[in-house]
């Protein structure tokens, strides 16, 4: 099984062109050797439990000599072996007696003549040596170009749960893994953060590339993304988050959840970051609450309660900071304002279960909010109704079949909408002072769709990540599909040669099925533009007739 929940964009320019690798010291060592104690003390904690449960006491007893005299006995026999093999002196087994160190070769020894050695400070600059470092060539292989966009995959594969770092060179049509970062239980958020963060305390002027990780258990953990192989992340927010984040003890799970003001107690299903206040990090969790930390101490700031079931997104207000909006699987949606936790905070009803919630990057004023039943209602956010039943949308979307699983508001292109569902398609709208109108339709072979993001940057504003089931990461170039130059044909760039329909992906011979299949699949597309471009021309129709 192999399947990615969740991804996103690292915008340009904030990656380490050269990233450093996890060295191990001697402090790094005693953290390890410390949590292997802490390991080794939980599993005779629960030897210990079962021989109770077996209530076989008195019977291993009797056992214990046993085992005692037969562990003696081993290394008294060790002991014989050790005398045994003096007589031999293997140690000296190598060395010739006939042979005797001359002065030729006491010449040649490390301090015999050193005026005939010449040293180079750097093997560069040695004649001798033509051989390319291999250090150098590792550095060139990880380097990060300035053109480079990183993206974020959060995938569960087999049984193994990992954070993938992938490097997308627009250019060359280029996707690969850069690196990986082992994860404790299944990722369901990922949310990037631009400084570092440390449970020793973090500076708030200080610029870094980190990423912040919600999973199955109620621990928040931030890597550092300049850093290859990491062991342990930088900041725990949670439970386990203790002085010295390399070393956590384990914690068994508790049959009893109970809520609390510092901290969550069931899987964390979202994060938001806010980009004004830098230190602020927003997470939202299936205990019913949602929390907001301060990176610059690693520690729960309030806690909030808007909600009566499961908090599945959050999104903060690009215009007003201290707002975030919220929606639950209470069918509910609420704006509320971070510095007034005890004020009544307006709330939309919809009419399934919510599944994701964005505000309009090219108007503050308004917001979406995707649900269950394959619906994307459109909310002003200055009409807030008396009571979640009284709830009335701008324009209400039945966008797929299935669960609207993914969408996201393209924030260089205005009006630029991608859907993804179950239902295993994309979908690309063309939103209008009318409406929203669909552009295009495609299977990208992803399986259920459960990320659509589109690029941060204005060089690859079209272009748009795809994940979901399959566990595989595709990268859509929606500008070279003719319905999207149609739609938005003043805003796309001009297209240079015959290439239709651009899709990047990881060369994986095992998920790559696309190629062989017409239905649904990439290799198809082409032929179906003609059929968008003519729903696109009956969009515009219909809108002519609505306006006469």
Request: with cysteine.
């Amino acid at each position: 099984m192999s399947m990615i929940t969740a991804a996103q964009w690292v915008p340009r320019g904030f990656a380490a062109p050269f990233p450093q690798k996890y060295t191990l010291d001697e402090e790094e060592y005693e953290r390890i050797a410390e949590l292997a104690k802490l390991q080794l003390d939980d599993a005779e904690e629960d030897l210990k439990e079962a021989q109770e449960q077996e209530g076989d006491d008195d019977a291993m007893e009797d056992e214990t000599p046993a085992k005692g005299e037969k562990k003696s006995s081993k290394s008294k026999t060790n002991y014989n072996d050790d005398e045994d093999l003096e007589k031999y002196d293997l140690d000296n087994y190598d060395d010739d007696e006939d042979e005797k160190p001359t002065e030729d070769v006491q010449g040649l020894s490390m301090f015999g003549n050193m005026k005939s050695l010449a040293y180079y400070e750097d093997n560069k600059d040695d004649p001798y040596i033509t051989l390319k470092n291999e250090d150098d060539e590792e550095a060139e292989d990880l380097q990060i170009l300035a053109t480079d966009n990183l993206i974020l995959s959060a995938k569960v594969e087999d049984e193994m749960a990992h954070l993938e770092v992938y490097v997308y060179e627009d250019a060359s049509d280029n996707l690969y893994v850069h690196h990986d970062i082992m994860l404790p239980a299944i990722p369901l958020a990922v949310e990037w953060i631009d400084m570092p963060v440390s449970n020793n305390g973090t500076s708030t002027d200080a610029r870094g590339n980190s990423v912040a990780v919600g999973t199955m258990d109620p621990d928040i953990e931030i890597w550092d993304l300049d850093t290859i192989d990491s062991m342990y992340p930088n900041a725990i927010l949670g439970p386990s988050a203790g002085a010295n984040p390399s070393i956590v003890k384990p914690k068994k799970k508790s049959k009893s959840k109970k809520t609390n003001d510092n901290y969550h107690v069931d899987a964390v299903l979202s994060l938001a970051a806010n980009r004004k206040h830098r230190n602020l990090l927003a997470s939202a969790s299936a205990d019913k609450t949602v929390k907001l930390w301060d990176l610059n101490t690693a520690k729960c700031a309030k806690s909030y309660s808007h909600h009566t079931d499961k908090v599945c997104s959050l999104a903060w207000h690009t215009a007003e900071p201290t707002v975030l909006l919220s929606g639950s699987y209470d069918r509910t949606v609420v704006a509320a304002d971070m510095r007034a936790p005890d004020a009544k905070a307006p709330r939309w009803g919809v009419e399934s279960d919510v599944e994701n919630v964005k505000w309009n990057p090219h108007d503050q004023n308004y917001f979406f909010v995707s649900t269950e039943s394959g619906a994307v209602h459109y909310y002003d956010v200055r009409n807030a109704p008396s009571n979640p039943a009284a709830s009335k949308s701008v324009w209400t979307l039945q966008a797929h079949d299935e669960s609207v699983s993914s969408f996201d508001i393209n924030p260089i292109i205005p009006g630029f909408m991608a859907t993804g569902s179950t239902d295993r398609t994309v979908k690309l709208w063309n939103i209008q002072a009318s409406g929203p109108s669909m552009v295009v339709s495609r299977n990208l072979d992803v399986g259920k769709v459960f990320a659509t993001n589109f690029a941060p940057d204005a060089e690859v504003g079209f272009r748009l990540a795809v994940a979901g089931s399959s566990g595989s990461m595709n990268v859509w170039d929606t500008s070279t599909n003719a319905a999207v130059r149609k739609a938005f044909a003043e805003r796309v760039p001009e297209q240079k040669g015959d290439v239709e329909d651009r899709l990047v992906g990881v060369d994986d011979d095992e998920s790559s099925s696309s190629e062989d299949e017409d239905e649904g699949g990439v290799a198809a597309e082409g032929a179906d533009d003609d059929d968008d471009e003519d729903n696109d021309e009956d969009d515009e129709d219909d809108e002519d007739m609505d306006e006469a």
